[in-house]
């Protein structure tokens, strides 16, 4: 069954950073793309990121260039999201989505990230 | 970056059939981007239903269809069931930019 747990979620200030990460299981990390996508009442569902299976390719939405880093570490069947210069646009519900039939086959359950001084 | 629209409401009859559309503001909605539609419920996450405009997941309901018409992606439920209750996203790519719809609001009522 595959399975993906995101956490690292929380509260964070203005211009502040953060690392989320996601943990997957139930399938062969190494050979899928794995995507972050955002959601939040004001702009609804974002994709933010995707990264190729061997790490060799990252793909960014424009807002988040810059400031935002995918990442994965295989062998430990893990995702990262490092964000950077954090502003409450970016607060959201953040999910992890592998890809398989189709970009987005699975989700996981997301993290709350929260944007406030 | 362009902009997908969908319907922001809709309403359909238990047993009914409806067409939630997704349209692109660069022009006709192809194959070519690869339309995606999700379900999802309060307090869950997305679902995908279908990928690259018709092809359905094994959990997804066959009452459930994919197709282009008119211009725009399209996801028609036929025999609309209460659990279809949920809000519907659709999305397109752009030259490996994935762009959302706003989603649809369906009430089977």
């Known amino acids: 069954e595959v399975q993906l747990v995101e956490s690292g979620g929380g509260l964070v200030q203005p211009g502040g950073s953060l690392r989320l990460s996601c943990a997957a299981s139930g399938f062969t990390f190494s050979s899928y793309w794995m995507s972050w996508v955002r959601q939040s009442p004001a702009k609804g569902l974002e994709w933010v990121a995707s990264i190729q299976p061997d790490g060799g390719e990252e793909r960014y939405v424009d807002s988040v260039k810059g400031r935002f880093t995918i990442s994965r570490d295989n062998p430990k069947n893990s995702l990262y999201l490092q964000m950077t210069n954090l502003g409450a646009q970016d607060a959201a519900i953040y999910y992890c989505?592998?890809?398989?039939?189709?970009?987005?086959?699975?989700w996981g359950q997301g993290t709350l990230v929260t944007v406030s001084s | 970056q362009a902009v997908v629209t969908q319907e922001p409401s809709l309403t359909v009859s238990p047993g009914g059939t409806i067409t939630l559309t997704c349209g692109s503001s660069?022009?006709?909605?192809?194959?070519?981007?690869?339309p995606y539609w999700f379900q999802q419920k309060p307090g869950q996450a997305p679902r995908t239903l279908i990928y690259d405009t018709n092809n359905k997941h094994s959990w997804t309901p066959a009452r459930f269809s994919g197709s282009l018409v008119g211009g725009k992606a399209a996801l028609t439920l036929s025999g609309a069931q209460p659990e279809d209750e949920a809000d519907y996203y659709c999305?397109?790519?752009?030259?490996?930019?994935?762009?959302f719809g706003g989603g649809t609001k369906l009430t089977v009522l």
């Open positions: 989505a592998k890809a398989g039939s189709g970009w987005f086959e699975y």
């Open positions: 660069t022009g006709a909605v192809t194959g070519g981007h690869y």
């Open positions: 999305l397109l790519s752009y030259n490996q930019v994935e762009v």
